[in-house]
């Protein structure tokens, strides 16, 4: 719900509330009023009837009131007050009942005493009650009425820069802050926003550009001292004096050079990956790009005894270039090296997914967590579990989405798009 | 021949030094960005290998001073940085390669040796080794006794090697300079051995001698007693 709708609702629902409350007091303290107002009537008609009595020693024949009714009654004892009493009596004019006021009272005359009631309609009052009630209801109805009409047509346009202001934000590529421009407001409330969004947005940048040249940085301190190193063993196989011991330790320690530079390499592109530094993106052919793979692995393949099988139909894809090439070649190189020997490749392209499926170890990885930094389903010394983090990375930016299935011995790498 | 080292690092300097020594270049080194650019305005180089990061300045500024001075040819940038931008700025500023570090000292050599033909020889260029003759822009083998059939990985092979003569070269640098660094493969190289066994096979089919020797858990060394020739 947006805020301005909640907003409108509390706002509505307490206003139904304050307009029922007046209007229920209003009808009360009207009540209160008129009644009086007509208990002082009767009072009136009260005393010229007892005044009547007192000059003429007998009750006032016909009907001394306008729109009242009056009786008397012998009564036994007399009362010391005047009963006034809200009743309901049958009205003769409006010809059904209707709400009286009636007051009782008695008269002492000759030693007799008589009973009198005189009735006044509360007519008045139930018409004023009628059109407090009538009032309340049109004005809340107005007041709901109006607050849709705002909330369509005045808060949209008040609210247009909030909403400007997260659209800009949403499309924020860090890397390029100088195409964030937030539309001029004289709102406050929304400049203010505006101004700390802009600050936030700069601040992140700048943290941005500081961590792209840590990464370059530290990734160059690394690349110098792994550069002296092999070049130094480089220097060192060149003596024909090594002995056979000594050219298996320089060997192994080549081995571990590879394996720290290519470490240090895949770090470095998970975080440009991540930063999204490879942003230019063009449409792909899919099909030529994994024939030219094709091609350079097969012989690898062939060389390991490898089957391989593929069916590739025409497909492309709107993405980076560079990230499809390295996405293929992790892809490529996965099936190839997790493989059994005299196992199988097979290589699938639709449209719109690419299916890689090859023999390997005879149990599932684990799918929750093989697209996860340094996952190893199994000590494989060759690899240092990146590559699938470094395809997951490829996914998320190019909006491919990869699966993994273990089926009948095969293990399938899925990706749609 | 003249090559010019600039690299701010004396150890791996010293180790390009000594390697392109042995393989009879004349070397010169600059350990920062002035001393760099007194030499390149001092003297000619046949080819020059670049560091980008360089104290007191870095290795687009020396390029861009060779640029100005009419002499950015022959230039081979080694970076740290394993960035396109950065590769593409050095090659638009008129360097002929590009080489990532950690880098194999073979691959170096191997295009510093294709710089210097494709200098030297201006694009009609043969390699003469004894009775070998390879026809670069024909991309043609000839032994002694006719026309070599290679591979294209047999071919390249070959003239790596020969780029490579008389050193050692590592089985992972054969690999990385034969698939490229995209294929990550695991840590059995044995696949290569069919090659080298194609390619010596063939070479002393057509009269050659037997060039290539097997180092023992290391690698191969192209071993040949001339200079490369016209």
């Not at chain 1, 009786?71 to 009963?83: T, V």
């Not at chain 1, 998320?396 to 009948?408: N, R």
């Not at chain 2, 003239?159 to 590592?170: A, M, Q, S």
Request: glycine fraction near 6%; aromatic fraction near 8%.
């Amino acid at each position: 719900m947006r805020l301005f709708t909640k907003y409108s609702w509390i706002n509505l629902l307490v206003m139904v509330i304050v307009f029922l409350l007046s209007a229920g007091s209003t009808n009360l303290l009207v009540n209160y009023v008129l009644t009086n107002e007509l208990d002082a009537d009767i009072a009136g008609s009260v005393q010229n009837v007892r005044n009547y009595v007192a000059l003429h020693h007998q009750l006032p024949v016909g009907q001394p009131l306008d729109d009242g009714q009056i009786s008397y009654r012998p009564a036994d004892s007399s009362l010391n007050h005047s009963l006034f009493s809200t009743i309901t009596l049958y009205s003769a004019r409006e010809k059904k009942m209707h709400n009286h006021r009636q007051v009782v009272f008695t008269l002492s005359d000759n030693g007799k005493t008589y009973l009198v009631t005189i009735a006044k309609p509360l007519e008045g009052l139930h018409h004023v009650s009628k059109a407090i009630i009538q009032v309340c209801l049109a004005t809340i109805l107005a007041a709901i009425l109006s607050l849709l009409l705002i909330n369509r047509l005045l808060l949209r346009r008040l609210w247009r820069p909030f909403y400007d202001a997260l659209h800009a934000i949403r499309h924020l590529k860090l890397g390029n802050t100088r195409d964030l421009h937030f539309p001029a407001t004289t709102t406050e409330e929304f400049a203010f926003m505006n101004e700390s969004l802009g600050m936030a947005a700069r601040k992140a940048e700048q943290d941005y550009l500081l961590l792209k040249e840590f990464t370059e940085n530290a990734s160059h301190e690394l690349q110098t001292p792994l550069s002296i190193i092999r070049s130094k063993l480089e220097m060192l196989i060149q003596d024909e004096d090594l002995s056979l011991r000594q050219s298996e330790i320089v060997s192994s320690a080549f081995a571990s050079i590879k394996k720290l530079s290519r470490l240090n390499q895949s770090l470095l592109l998970l975080t440009k990956i991540s930063n999204q530094q490879f942003n230019h993106v063009e449409k792909v052919d899919m099909k030529v790009k994994i024939e030219d793979k094709l091609i350079e692995f097969r012989e690898l393949w062939q060389a390991n005894g490898l089957r391989t099988a593929w069916q590739l139909q025409e497909a492309s894809i709107i993405a980076s270039p560079d990230l499809i090439d390295i996405l293929l070649n992790n892809l490529l190189s996965n099936a190839g090296n997790h493989n059994v020997p005299r196992g199988s490749i097979d290589i699938r392209l639709t449209p719109e997914k690419l299916t890689i499926s090859n023999t390997g170890s005879p149990a599932a990885l684990d799918p929750t967590r093989i697209f996860t930094r340094f996952y190893k389903g199994e000590q494989h010394s060759g690899n240092n579990g990146l590559g699938l983090s470094i395809i997951k990375g490829i996914c998320e930016v190019t909006a491919i989405v990869p699966s993994y299935q273990y089926h009948s011995d095969k293990h399938s790498f899925i990706f749609t798009w | 021949m003249k090559l010019l080292i600039i690299e701010d690092q004396p150890e791996l300097s010293e180790s390009i030094r000594s390697y392109f020594t042995h393989a009879n270049f004349i070397c010169e080194v600059a350990y920062d960005y002035h001393m760099a650019l007194e030499k390149v305005h001092d003297h000619d180089y046949d080819c020059i290998i670049l560091d980008i990061n360089l104290p007191l300045g870095n290795g687009f500024g020396v390029l861009k001073e060779l640029q100005f001075a009419g002499k950015a040819d022959g230039i081979v940038i080694i970076s740290a940085r394993h960035s396109l931008d950065d590769k593409v700025l050095g090659l638009n500023l008129g360097a002929d390669d590009y080489l990532t570090k950690p880098f194999h000292m073979a691959e170096l050599a191997a295009r510093v040796a294709a710089i210097i033909r494709r200098k030297t020889f201006a694009g009609k260029n043969k390699i003469i080794l004894g009775g070998l003759i390879l026809d670069l822009q024909g991309r043609e083998v000839k032994g002694p006794k006719g026309i070599i059939d290679l591979t294209r990985k047999e071919y390249d092979l070959l003239v790596y090697f020969i780029g490579n003569k008389n050193k050692v070269v590592t089985k992972e640098a054969i690999v990385e300079h034969l698939w490229g660094d995209s294929v990550d493969m695991a840590d059995n190289y044995d696949f290569i051995y069919s090659h080298i066994k194609n390619l010596r096979k063939k070479l002393m089919l057509a009269g050659c001698p037997d060039y290539v020797t097997a180092i023992y858990g290391m690698g191969y060394k192209f071993v040949a007693a001339e200079g490369e020739k016209q």
